[in-house]
């Protein structure tokens, strides 16, 4: 068996494909599409939980999903040019809400 080197594999930390996953979508023109997230660095990244419950327990129990293998997922987002998946992820950040901008302070 020919060893991979870490070049060459994208997430050489992954000892194996995460299976079967339950994917978070939102509603598009054309259907559902996958949700892009983004990590705490800032960098996009793919969303995936090992279970239903877990998902309901970051997103909310509102949050429409899809099962789609691991290699699958990839393949979806990667001509995206998203590269990165989280498997399982135990945080996320509300959506920025509406922003009011403060009123001018003139010197006098």
């Known amino acids: 068996m020919t060893e991979l080197r870490y070049d060459e594999d994208p997430e050489p930390s992954d000892p194996f494909p995460a299976g079967p996953l339950y ?46 293998a691991e290699p699958a997922l990839r393949a979806l987002t990667a001509p995206l040019g998203v590269t990165v998946l989280t498997v399982d992820p135990q945080f996320t950040a509300p959506a920025p809400g509406p922003v009011s901008v403060p009123a001018p302070v003139f010197a006098t």
């Open 23 to 68: 994917v978070p979508v939102r509603p598009g023109p054309f259907g559902y599409a996958a949700r892009i997230f983004r990590t705490p660095l800032g960098d996009r990244t793919a969303v995936g939980f090992t279970s239903a419950h877990r998902l309901a327990a970051t997103l909310g129990a509102g949050q429409a999903w899809i099962r789609l």
